[in-house]
């Protein structure tokens, strides 16, 4: 099913889902399993995918030169996708990104994700390489997620950019785009960012989760600036539960949000690892709870990994 039908058919309920990390390479599918096993007694409809462009290594070869080398660091997402697919019977969401991918890759690898009956997709740009000032494409790919989001609706009619092919099959992908409430940090500000927001969704995007945040303020002000500006589809608030002492400043520098002061200070008060674990959790079953009385789509939890944090809230909440 889309990930759209299944807000459509919780009747104003929230859901609930969660993202994985796919392992490094050379590592098992077992540390998915591991990670999703305790978090399918709450029945997710369904479970994003992340992936991560390549990065280049510089390498010495035998004349005594560096070699600039191109390296996936983890395995692509479709095939991880059809593995949780399988072993839960939940819908996956595998992210695809602008960067890393030609048009023609992009393409192949969408081909393959409706081979493998996946319906759903997360159109993003993605980041730029750790030594790149800015975002700069594969030759051939697309610069912005505008024109993933347009290539993905042309073969949802049958388009392929591939010219041989003509009348092609249909896809049936439901496309999720990304939303920042605290504007995405190159936008100029949040207005502006609202405003290519909108292009997204009328070029095919037919829901939006967002960037993490600790303040709800945030998500409301941003869902009712949204809906001032038209965008109706629905809006999934993504979570991350603060669990160290060190992301108090990993965090905002990382992903460009705020963390309110009261949370800050509660951090800085706790004693001990464990205490600051328990903050954070407990400051994410209070976001939880008032997101669930707002009738939110779902509660979308980015687990990086950690699985006990996140069914320790849902728990909680559900």
């Given at each position: 099913?889309?990930?759209?039908?299944?807000?459509?058919?919780?009747?104003?309920?929230?859901?609930?889902?969660?993202?994985?990390?796919?392992?490094?390479?050379?590592?098992?599918?077992?540390?998915?399993?591991?990670?999703?096993?305790?978090?399918?007694?709450?029945?997710?409809?369904?479970?994003?995918?992340?992936?991560?462009?390549?990065?280049?290594?510089?390498?010495?070869?035998?004349?005594?030169?560096?070699?600039?080398?191109?390296?996936?660091?983890?395995?692509?997402?479709?095939?991880?996708?059809?593995?949780?697919?399988?072993?839960?019977?939940?819908?996956?969401?595998?992210?695809?990104?602008?960067?890393?991918?030609?048009?023609?890759?992009?393409?192949?690898?969408?081909?393959?994700?409706?081979?493998?009956?996946?319906?759903?997709?997360?159109?993003?740009?993605?980041?730029?390489?750790?030594?790149?000032?800015?975002?700069?494409?594969?030759?051939?790919?697309?610069?912005?997620?505008?024109?993933?989001?347009k290539q993905i609706k042309d073969m949802n009619e049958g388009?392929?950019?591939?010219?041989d092919i003509k009348d092609g099959a249909k896809s049936n992908?439901?496309?999720?785009?990304?939303?920042?409430?605290?504007?995405?940090?190159?936008?100029?500000?949040?207005?502006?960012?609202?405003?290519?927001?909108?292009?997204?969704?009328?070029?095919?995007?037919?829901?939006?989760?967002?960037?993490?945040?600790?303040?709800?303020?945030?998500?409301?002000?941003?869902?009712?600036?949204?809906?001032?500006?038209?965008?109706?589809?629905?809006?999934?608030?993504?979570?991350?539960?603060?669990?160290?002492?060190?992301?108090?400043?990993?965090?905002?520098?990382?992903?460009?949000?705020?963390?309110?002061?009261?949370?800050?200070?509660?951090?800085?008060?706790?004693?001990?690892?464990?205490?600051?674990?328990?903050?954070?959790?407990?400051?994410?079953?209070?976001?939880?709870?008032?997101?669930?009385?707002?009738?939110?789509?779902?509660?979308?939890?980015?687990?990086?990994?950690?699985?006990?944090?996140?069914?320790?809230?849902?728990?909680?909440?559900?």
């Amino acid at each position: 099913m889309k990930v759209t039908e299944y807000f459509e058919r919780a009747n104003g309920n929230t859901l609930i889902s969660f993202e994985v990390l796919p392992p490094l390479k050379g590592g098992s599918i077992d540390s998915i399993f591991n990670i999703l096993d305790p978090l399918m007694e709450f029945r997710p409809p369904f479970v994003d995918v992340t992936y991560h462009r390549e990065d280049f290594i510089y390498r010495k070869t035998n004349e005594g030169f560096f070699e600039k080398i191109s390296m996936r660091k983890r395995p692509g997402t479709v095939v991880i996708s059809q593995a949780i697919q399988n072993r839960y019977g939940v819908d996956t969401v595998p992210h695809l990104l602008c960067g890393g991918f030609t048009k023609e890759e992009t393409e192949d690898a969408l081909i393959d994700m409706a081979y493998a009956k996946i319906n759903n997709v997360l159109a993003l740009r993605g980041d730029a390489r750790k030594f790149e000032g800015k975002f700069i494409p594969e030759q051939g790919g697309h610069f912005y997620a505008i024109d993933l989001i347009k290539q993905i609706k042309d073969m949802n009619e049958g388009v392929y950019i591939d010219a041989d092919i003509k009348d092609g099959a249909k896809s049936n992908f439901c496309i999720g785009v990304a939303g920042y409430p605290e504007k995405h940090f190159e936008a100029p500000n949040l207005e502006s960012d609202i405003k290519y927001l909108k292009q997204k969704i009328e070029a095919g995007g037919e829901y939006i989760v967002t960037q993490m945040f600790f303040d709800n303020k945030k998500y409301f002000d941003f869902v009712k600036l949204c809906r001032d500006h038209g965008i109706h589809v629905p809006i999934v608030p993504g979570l991350k539960p603060l669990t160290r002492k060190s992301q108090i400043n990993s965090i905002p520098s990382a992903f460009f949000i705020n963390l309110p002061a009261d949370l800050v200070n509660e951090v800085n008060k706790a004693k001990s690892p464990e205490a600051v674990k328990q903050v954070g959790i407990e400051w994410a079953i209070a976001q939880c709870k008032e997101l669930k009385a707002a009738k939110v789509p779902s509660l979308h939890f980015y687990t990086m990994g950690d699985s006990d944090t996140a069914r320790k809230i849902a728990e909680t909440i559900f």
